[in-house]
């Protein structure tokens, strides 16, 4: 969905590999890593990276500003 939207143009992410080509046609850097933090996105390969990508989310959640 963000590589239609165009939100992926200038970012780093990751993504189940055969995407690569639709990645980096869409604007994005590929890498092929369990997580990988651009800003507040966080990406991963698929499902078996959710440990990592987890905590990476986590990690940017604790260093978000919100207050509610």
Avoid: H, I, Q
Avoid at 25 to 35: K, T, Y
Wanted: glycine share 8%; with cysteine.
């Amino acid at each position: 969905m963000p590589a239609a939207l165009g939100l992926l143009r200038g970012r780093t992410t990751a993504a189940f590999p055969p995407l690569r080509t639709d990645m980096e046609m869409a604007g994005a850097s590929f890498v092929d890593a369990p997580d990988v933090v651009d800003g507040a996105m966080v990406s991963c390969r698929g499902w078996p990276d959710l440990p990592e990508w987890s905590r990476a989310f986590m990690r940017v959640l604790e260093g978000a500003n919100v207050s509610l």
